[in-house]
């Protein structure tokens, strides 16, 4: 099995600023790198909750044998429902988003252009979606509004185009290598470090796993539970991700709106609920040359500093 390095690792646990008994939430437990650097920052009385909605992630968690510990085969976007089973508020919550490496390196998975597979692309194995049922059964129109929404693909009419024509004259497409292939010959070649699969395959990982929907919907949810002046740091890997991290925070900072020739005091204006504890962070030159996967990571930390009324 491929090892998953954790990215920005240690950029990430000092964002979090660990209490040793605090309570902390891994949203994104992968392999656990993460996970395991949190547990050695706890003392005995500390208390981690990891989530994962892919079942190899859980077999891995399965083999920390540590009372502080505890997983759940689930997805972060059911963090509000999980926490009320919970007696305490976390002091902080950590997401790094995206794909593992595993996930990508495991051919069978279907989520690489460079592996042959079937066209899977499914974190939770147990959903019913696949990257197969979304090429083979949208409409073009669907297809392109895709691949512009989810993979910022200027080329999407000529992909498409392309898929719809080989679904036509050949049938069903089903393998990476069938996709990667149909796709290289549609896009227009240039000297570039990337693949033209790469945000073609993108579009569809982000569709069948809806990662962005369930980033929208753990932000105000992970906000809302944190503890005064808890944490939570997000590792994000592209622009779409980090543009809605950007839009959230900046919603929170906003609260009050007043036009400057309105009279009014001070203290009638809300005071924003948030702070931000330090500048988007980047991997290190070091890191990145380590591991290549880093290069478009970002990392920002929000803290907790009023509840909202």
């Known amino acids: 099995m491929s090892t998953h390095v954790p990215v920005m690792l240690n950029e990430a646990i000092n964002a979090l ?36 909605k892919d079942l190899e992630a859980i077999k891995e968690a399965e083999k920390i044998k540590d009372k502080r510990f505890e997983i759940e085969h689930a ?6 429902n999980i926490l009320k089973k919970k007696l305490q508020k976390p002091d902080g919550i950590l997401m790094d988003l995206g794909i593992s490496s595993p ?13 042959d597979a079937n066209l899977d692309m499914r974190m ?28 910022e693909e200027r080329f999407a009419k000529k992909i498409v185009k392309s898929i719809i024509q080989y679904r036509e004259e050949k049938g069903k497409i089903s393998r990476t290598i ?25 579009a569809l990982r982000i569709k069948v796993n809806e990662e962005l929907l369930e980033i929208k919907e753990v ?20 622009s779409l991700e980090d543009r809605i991290i950007k839009n959230f925070i900046k919603t929170k900072l906003n ?18 609920p948030i702070k931000v504890t330090q500048k988007m962070q980047t991997p290190s030159s070091i890191e990145i040359s380590k591991n290549k996967r880093a290069r478009s990571a970002k990392l920002r930390v929000i803290e907790k500093i009023l509840e909202e009324r």
């Open 17 to 52: 600023d660990i209490i040793p008994n605090g309570f902390y939430i891994d949203c994104t437990f992968g392999r656990g790198g993460h996970s395991k650097e949190i547990l050695k920052n706890l003392n005995e009385d500390g208390r981690l909750l990891a989530l994962d």
């Open 178 to 202: 069938e996709l990667a292939e149909i796709i290289n010959k549609a896009v227009p070649k240039f000297d570039s470090s990337k693949n033209p699969a790469t945000k073609t395959f993108q």
């Open 219 to 238: 932000l105000p949810a992970a906000f809302e539970a944190l503890k005064i002046n808890g944490r939570m740091a997000i590792i994000s890997f592209h």
């Open 124 to 151: 939770n194995q147990s959903q019913k979606l696949t990257a197969s049922e979304i090429v083979n059964n949208y409409s073009d129109d669907d297809l392109v509004k895709l691949l512009y929404d989810y993979g």
């Open 75 to 80: 997805s972060f976007k059911n963090l509000k």
């Open 255 to 272: 609260t009050d709106k007043v036009p400057k020739k309105i009279p009014i005091l001070q203290r009638q204006i809300k005071s924003p």
């Open 103 to 115: 996930q990508i390196d495991q051919a069978e998975r279907g989520f690489s252009f460079q592996l």
